[in-house]
């Protein structure tokens, strides 16, 4: 096996380990040559208007870039077989025009035999989302009680629910949310985001749900006084703030993709620096030392990838400046706010 064989690359996705033959990231489903297809794709529908065989062979290009089991495979092959037909985009067929119409996108791996949202039963996410809400509400209550167990398990709900309701609106699949003890949740995307804008507002709408609970609990402390209102509310401002950090995967590194990837270094240089902060105050604990070094290693490879490759001047990351403004005031807007609540309400 000659050594090119052997060269792995990164998912500039969820930065896996990937084959040169790979077509689709094992981890995160993503298309390896999404950019390329989005290319081929926009040719050939220009092309379409002209010559269709000329077409059809720039999608037959497109075809060798996606997995056979793919939507999108079959969509495109529809398509190329309506073209040689003389059919031109829409085709003497009218049952061909809906597919070929849908072919020029090709963004996302969707299996063929993969249904609904992302093959999950309700009966499964209740299972995945109530059982680790379970066993999460089981080790917060050992730190601060049952109450306190059930308050920060609902407001990290709460956030999650904001990614779900922007996963949903742009119907990208993606498993349920998954709660993971003292480091919060996660939901694992199955279609990644079509562009830098769709992941931006997929990442900053969990902290703007996650705020409003979180104000929602503070008013309530303000009313009647409870101390266990005001610390749940001070947490989950720090929580929703520290996911604002440009660093991915978290949801300000996801934001910072469409304003610009070159805050993702600023971004590691503000963990480092809260990190070593936190060391001199003596308030780094066993479980922070790993997050910390996991979230450094899992930002690692999408950083050096994007910033040496280039990709950076992709369609992915083109984003209208009207949008990159909005996002970037809703970003700074909220990361202020979030600041001044969490000075607020500390203990």
Not at 36 to 46: H, N, P
Not at 58 to 84: F, H, K, S, V
Not at 136 to 149: E, K, M, T
Request: aromatic share 10%.
């Amino acid at each position: 096996m000659s050594a090119a064989e052997t060269t792995l690359i990164p998912c500039r996705t969820c930065g896996a380990p990937l084959s040169p033959a790979a077509l689709v990231c094992d981890r995160c489903n993503s298309l390896v040559h999404k950019d390329r297809l989005e290319q081929l794709a926009a040719i050939a529908t220009q092309q379409e208007q002209i010559d269709p065989r000329a077409a059809a062979g720039t999608w037959q290009q497109a075809l060798g870039l996606l997995p056979p089991d793919a939507r999108q495979y079959q969509i495109i092959q529809a398509r190329i077989a309506n073209l040689l037909a003389g059919g031109g985009e829409h085709g003497s067929d009218p049952a061909a025009a809906p597919m070929a119409r849908r072919a020029s996108h090709p963004l996302g791996y969707q299996p063929v035999e993969t249904g609904g949202r992302g093959g999950d039963t309700w009966q499964s996410m209740l299972l995945k989302t109530g059982g680790s809400m379970v066993l999460s509400i089981g080790l917060f209550y050992l730190v601060g009680g049952l109450w306190f167990a059930v308050g920060i398990v609902l407001l990290i709900f709460v956030h999650e629910m904001g990614h779900v309701l922007a996963n949903h609106h742009y119907g990208l699949r993606s498993s349920p949310p998954i709660f993971l003890g003292f480091l919060g949740a996660v939901i694992y995307l199955k279609d990644p985001p079509p562009n830098a804008k769709v992941e931006a507002i997929v990442g900053i709408a969990g902290p703007i749900l996650g705020t409003l609970g979180a104000l929602v609990v503070y008013l309530f402390y303000l009313q009647t006084g409870n101390r266990l209102a005001y610390e749940l509310a001070h947490i989950a401002f720090w929580i929703n703030f520290f996911n604002l950090i440009p660093v991915p995967p978290l949801d300000g590194g996801r934001v910072a993709a469409a304003i610009t990837p070159k805050l993702w270094p600023v971004g590691i240089v503000l963990m480092l620096g809260w990190f070593t902060y936190r060391f001199t105050q003596n308030r780094v604990t066993d479980i922070s030392i790993y997050f910390v070094v996991w979230l450094l290693l899992s930002a690692w490879p999408r950083v050096q990838y994007t910033l040496r490759s280039g990709i950076t001047n992709s369609p992915y990351f083109k984003v209208e400046p009207a949008v990159k403004f909005a996002i970037a005031s809703v970003y700074v807007g909220l990361a202020a706010g979030l600041y001044l609540l969490d000075v607020r309400t500390r203990f």
